[in-house]
C-alpha cells in the first residue's frame, strides 16, 4: 500500500516529540517523586498526562504543516517532470520562490538541466532536419540520373557517360557529407582526456602555413610571426590544426581573383590571438553571424561548387568554445572575410621545488 511522504514523516517526527516530551516526564516525575507528598505527585501525574496531550496535539499540527511545505515543492517538481513527459519539447520549468536553501538550490539545477536537454533535444532535431533537406538533394539527382538510363539513356552512349560522371559527383559530395557529419558527432563528443592536452604553438602554426604554402603556389601567403617561443594553449592538437585547416580553406576557396592570403598568430601572457583574412567575395551583414550555423551557405550554388557542405565553421566554432576559446568574424561583401580567435595561454604550474627555493 502506497503511504504519502507527508504522512510519514508526520508520523515520526510526532514520535520523536512525544518520546522527547516522555524523557523530559519521567525525569521531572522522579524529581518530583522524591520529595514531594503522594498527593502532590498524583497532581504532577494529572499535569503531566494533559500537557503530553497538548504536547503531542501541538506537534503534530506543527510537523503536518512542515511536512506539508516540504512536499508541496516536491509535488510542484513531479508536476513539471510530468508535463515534460507528456510533452518534452514544452517550456515547462519548476517554480518555487526564491528562498536561500536547499530545495531552491536543487530547483535551479533541475531547471538548468532542463535547459541543457532541451537546447541538446532541439539540436539534435534541427540537425536531423538539416541532414535529411541535404541528402535530399543528391539523392533526387542519382535517382534521376538512374531513372533515366533505365528508360532509355543506358543506349546513347554521350548520355550514359554523362549520367555516370554526374552520378560519381554527387556521390563525392554525399561522403564528403557523411565524413563531415561524423566529424561534427565527434566534435559533440570530445573525451575529457583531450580536454587537458596542451600544444606548443609556434611548430604547428609553421607547420601549417608551409602546408598551405605548398598546396597553393598560386597565392601569395603572407604569415605575420609574433609567437613567442615556448607558448602553449591548453587545447588537443589535432583540434587546433583542424580549426586553422578549416579557416585556411575557405579563405582559399573564397579569395577569388585577388589570390592573397593573411595568417596571423601572436601571443602575450595570457592569449593567443590568431587572425585568419581574404580578400575574396565577402560576406553580407546579414549573413555573418549566421556563418557558424550548421549547413548554412551565403550561396549554396556557389558553395557546392567549390566542394562546401556548410559544416566546417560550425565545428571550428564548436571545438573552439569547448577549449573556453573565443571566435568571431567580420566581413565586407565583396571585399574579404577576417575570422579572429582567442585561446588562453596555458601556464606551467610552478613545481614544488622552485616554489621551495622562493
Do not use: C
Request: proline letters at 2%; a neutral charge; zero cysteines.
Amino acid at each position: 500500500m502506497r503511504i504519502s511522504i507527508r504522512f510519514k514523516w508526520t508520523f515520526l517526527i510526532s514520535l520523536v516529540i512525544l518520546a522527547a516530551y516522555l524523557i523530559v516526564a519521567f525525569i521531572a516525575f522522579n524529581t518530583v517523586d522524591s520529595v514531594a507528598s503522594a498527593e502532590v505527585v498524583h497532581d504532577f501525574v494529572l499535569k503531566l498526562i494533559w500537557v503530553g496531550i497538548f504536547v503531542l496535539f501541538f506537534g503534530i499540527l506543527i510537523s503536518f504543516f512542515a511536512v506539508s511545505l516540504f512536499s508541496k515543492n516536491i509535488k510542484t517538481v513531479n508536476t513539471t517532470i510530468d508535463d515534460l513527459n507528456k510533452k518534452p519539447d514544452s517550456d515547462s520549468r519548476i517554480k518555487i520562490r526564491k528562498r536561500n536553501d536547499e530545495i531552491y538550490d536543487l530547483t535551479i539545477n533541475i531547471n538548468k538541466m532542463l535547459d541543457r536537454m532541451q537546447a541538446y533535444t532541439n539540436q539534435q532535431k534541427e540537425f536531423v532536419e538539416d541532414v535529411s533537406h541535404e541528402l535530399r538533394t543528391p539523392v533526387a539527382v542519382l535517382e534521376g540520373h538512374l531513372s533515366m538510363l533505365q528508360r532509355w539513356g543506358k543506349d546513347d552512349p554521350e548520355v550514359l557517360n554523362d549520367s555516370i560522371n554526374s552520378s560519381l559527383q554527387e556521390l563525392k559530395r554525399m561522403q564528403s557529407l557523411i565524413q563531415e557529419m561524423l566529424a561534427l558527432t565527434r566534435v559533440e563528443q570530445i573525451d575529457s582526456e583531450y580536454l587537458d592536452q596542451t600544444t606548443e604553438v609556434k611548430p604547428l602554426f609553421t607547420q601549417v602555413y608551409n602546408d598551405f604554402k605548398m598546396l597553393h603556389p598560386d597565392f601569395v601567403v603572407n604569415f605575420d610571426d609574433d609567437i613567442q617561443t615556448g607558448s602553449k594553449v591548453k587545447i588537443y592538437r589535432d583540434h587546433l590544426e583542424q580549426v586553422l585547416i578549416i579557416l585556411l580553406d575557405n579563405a582559399f576557396k573564397y579569395s577569388g581573383d585577388r589570390k592573397e592570403i593573411n595568417l596571423s598568430a601572436s601571443t602575450n601572457s595570457a592569449l593567443l590571438e590568431v587572425v585568419v583574412q581574404d580578400y575574396g567575395v565577402g560576406i553580407a551583414k546579414k549573413d555573418v553571424q549566421r556563418v557558424f550555423n550548421r549547413f548554412y551557405r551565403v550561396d549554396k550554388a556557389r558553395s557546392r561548387k567549390r566542394g562546401g557542405n556548410g559544416l566546417g565553421l560550425a565545428i571550428a566554432k564548436r571545438l573552439i568554445e569547448i577549449y573556453k576559446g573565443t571566435i568571431t568574424v567580420e566581413s565586407v561583401l565583396g571585399s574579404g572575410t577576417v575570422f579572429r580567435i582567442e585561446l588562453p595561454i596555458y601556464v606551467e604550474p610552478e613545481s614544488e621545488t622552485e616554489t621551495d627555493k622562493k
